[in-house]
């Protein structure tokens, strides 16, 4: 799925959260790299439909939500920052509500990701209650529950906030290799420089702003800057 966000800007009372944004996700991982307040929850919530869209276009692959909204949430995954997870039900019971109610029985859904569930080390604890996870593994099920239906689009809000090193380093693996294996557009926000691979695609994000778009070894060399950390800081001096 190809999502082009044009001219987009959004306000909260007097607050400019987003300043006329462009940008073009296509098929891949695109890292969306900026401060917290930096506008990316917005644009999660724009590009979702839990704002209302006032300035601009979101398309997806050339329709708008209000033109197919069942369509394009049917191929949308999403994890927010905030868990969304039933903590009195076990990793099972939230896997299978969660694809009923995209007309899919639990035996598929399970079958569909049984590899998904092994990577991510969740096969034996199936039938544990929510409640009894770590956060690490909380995060696997929002992530092995968002691929169930096979989405073309995957958002992922901070995925990785307040996670160990294991489960951190597990999921980004899961989610690049996916990226690069099926025909899946992955928007990943973040405000760590050291998840941005110089493989990705890069977004750059402050203050409602897009600082930079492009390949992140496209950047580097472009801005003359030896990692992501060094790039980061060269643009914000720049856009300040």
Not at 46 to 63: E, P, R, V, Y
Not at 77 to 104: C, E, M, P, R, W
Not at 113 to 140: A, S
Not at 210 to 224: F, I, P, S
Request: net charge neutral; charged share 15%; aromatic share 4%.
């Amino acid at each position: 799925m190809e999502i082009a966000v044009q001219a987009v800007s959004h306000q909260y009372g007097g607050h400019h959260a987003l300043d006329n944004i462009n940008l073009c996700l296509k098929p891949g991982l695109t890292m969306l790299l900026g401060p917290n307040g930096a506008g990316k929850s917005t644009l999660f919530a724009l590009i979702t439909g839990l704002q209302k869209l006032t300035q601009g276009s979101i398309t997806f692959d050339g329709a708008t939500l209000s033109q197919s909204r069942t369509s394009i949430m049917a191929k949308m995954g999403v994890v927010f920052q905030q868990s969304t997870l039933d903590i009195d039900l076990s990793v099972k019971q939230n896997l299978s509500y969660f694809a009923s109610l995209h007309g899919i029985s639990t035996t598929s859904a399970l079958s569909h990701i049984q590899g998904l569930l092994d990577e991510l080390d969740l096969t034996t604890k199936l039938n544990t209650k929510i409640r009894n996870l770590n956060g690490g593994h909380r995060r696997r099920v929002e992530l092995a529950r968002c691929l169930i239906h096979k989405p073309s689009l995957l958002l992922l809000d901070e995925p990785t906030v307040g996670l160990d090193i294991e489960s951190r380093h597990l999921i980004l693996r899961v989610v690049q290799a996916l990226a690069h294996s099926q025909n899946v557009s992955v928007l990943w926000a973040t405000h760590l420089f050291e998840e941005v691979k110089h493989n990705n695609n890069l977004i750059v994000l402050s203050k409602g702003r897009v600082l930079a778009h492009d390949q992140c070894e496209a950047l580097l060399a472009k801005y003359h800057q030896q990692d992501i950390e060094h790039l980061w800081q060269h643009l914000m001096q720049e856009g300040s």
